[in-house]
């Protein structure tokens, strides 16, 4: 099984890429049915293995069926989802 991920890296020019990841790697970020997940929360990934996987296909935008997570590679919105869920953003 394979889920969607959009990657926001906080630059002017960002493309929020998005990236097709198999369940394992999508676990690993999204944890307890969050969908929102920042690299800092994970200081213990400096595994190459696994950002290599992670980052192995990109999905074209506009063939995407759905994005299942959002992963932010920057701290810049982390204070609007402390609860790690979309739908709790700016709820707290």
């Known amino acids: ?28 970020l999204f944890p307890n049915g969050n969908d ?22 990109m999905v074209d935008k506009k063939k995407v069926n759905g994005i299942h997570g959002t992963l932010f590679l920057e701290d810049i919105a982390k204070e609007s989802f402390p609860n790690r869920r979309e739908t709790d953003a700016g709820r707290f």
Do not use: C, H
């Open 1 to 28: 099984m394979k889920r969607n991920v959009q990657v926001i890296d906080g630059a002017i020019n960002s493309t929020f890429e998005i990236y097709e990841v198999d369940i394992e790697l999508f676990d690993i």
């Open 36 to 57: 929102i997940a920042f690299t800092s929360d994970f200081p213990n990934l400096d595994d190459t293995d696994f950002y290599e996987r992670f980052y192995s296909k």
